[in-house]
């Protein structure tokens, strides 16, 4: 293996190692989107709960990761602010559920931006990795990311308006879960091959 494609395999290895964790986050946002989709009032109610606990266990989970991963990665201080933002931010809104609901669109609405914007972030490490089919990861974080602008810039567009948009924004985030589970899965496959 070449000396550049060590230091591919190098950065990529912490997430690498974890694609079966994208591939279960994948499956779970699809189920919710297409549970957000059959049921919209109800899913308002309870998507503001559902948002704070998702924070808390996305941010766990990124906690956990990162201490994983100090002695072997040098991105893990990221994982770590990432997982503390979304911890710290679940926890407050999962303690205010009334300013939950009245902040909710706007909440999601830069949760899914800054979603992604990581994804694209990841769509052109890729690439310049020189990893075939990076492109698919750009159109999930770019149509994620005007999903979230939309939402961001009419919030009060009704609840259902809220609810689809959110249906859909999560759904794509299922589909970059499973564009990213396989692309790590085939750069592990190709580290074990070597």
Not at 3 to 13: C, G
Not at 65 to 73: A, D, G, H, L
Request: glycine share 8%.
């Amino acid at each position: 293996m070449a000396k550049t494609e060590n230091i591919i395999y190098a950065s990529l290895l912490p997430e690498n190692k974890k694609w079966r964790a994208y591939l279960l986050v994948g499956c779970l946002f699809i189920l919710i989107g297409l549970w957000i989709f059959m049921t919209p009032t109800a899913s308002f109610l309870s998507l503001s709960l559902f948002f704070s606990l998702a924070l808390i266990v996305f941010g766990a989970f990124e906690v956990v990761f990162s201490i994983k991963i100090i002695r072997r990665s040098k991105n893990w201080l990221g994982f770590l602010a990432r997982g503390l933002f979304d911890l710290v931010i679940g926890t407050v809104l999962l303690f205010n559920p009334f300013s939950t609901v009245n902040l909710l669109p706007y909440l999601l609405a830069t949760w899914i931006i800054y979603r992604s914007i990581r994804a694209i972030l990841f769509a052109y490490r890729l690439k310049s990795y020189g990893i075939k089919k990076w492109y698919r990861n750009l159109a999930f974080g770019a149509g994620i990311l005007v999903v979230g602008l939309i939402l961001l810039a009419h919030p009060v567009l009704g609840v259902h308006g809220i609810v689809y948009r959110v249906a859909g924004a999560f759904t794509l985030f299922g589909f970059f879960n499973f564009s990213k589970a396989y692309q790590l899965n085939k750069l592990g496959e190709q580290d074990k091959n070597s």
